[in-house]
């Protein structure tokens, strides 16, 4: 990336439409009140090298959910699902709708409520894909309520800046249980706005990869963050 792109007319616009936009909502509206377009060379955060291990005692649920259609939540449940496979060397559990494409690994094992109601769980993780956000079951919605970890997949578009705002304002208090993970965002200059603006929040950006060779810059931040989401839960 160059350095015009920091200053081009376009990015500018889109800063601005989007702080004026947020600005309405309380709870980051002086988040958005702070923001300047100073000082954003090299502000960029890099994520530091550490060599944790997940830990986890008894069963974890996780929940995933996304803004809108086509945000990516199925993609991010087979990343997720994978790196945790890998490091934790035991059987991942992932719940979903049937017609959804999951990584085809031994230890991701795969249930839908329309063939597998039955059928026990077998691993000590066990991830959720419940597409998009309102149009769950009232099963669906207890197992949200229940979740040790929910993750929220956003985008990076301004329309998604804005539905992200009005679910935290919507949410109030508990939009900090919640972690937000960022699916596909076009460039870095929206990743340093989106970190200005969801400093409070626990968040993770998450690229385009494949599930066969998850990057390992990916796996530490999904490890992390993961983590760091159990202890808080």
Known sequence: MNEDEFDSEENDDFAKDMKDKLSKYPIIGGLVNTYSNSGLKGCIDKINPFSEKLHFF????????????????TYITGSLATTMANELKEIICVCHRQGTNLPSMSRIKEYTGDTDFDRAYQGKVVIY?????????????????????????CNGEESDIQRLARF?????????????????VPNQWRMVKIRELMHDYNIIFI????YTHIPVKVKKEWIKKINSAKKTS
């Open 168 to 184: 935290i304002h919507k949410a109030g208090d508990s939009a900090k249980d919640w972690m937000y993970v960022f699916n596909l």
């Open 58 to 73: 008894g069963r974890v649920s996780i929940f995933v959910t996304g803004l809108r259609h086509g945000c990516g939540c």
């Open 129 to 153: 894909d419940r597409g998009i956000l309102g149009e769950f079951t009232q099963e669906e919605m207890i197992e949200m309520r229940r979740a040790d970890i929910r993750l929220l997949v």
């Open 207 to 210: 690229p385009l990869h494949d």
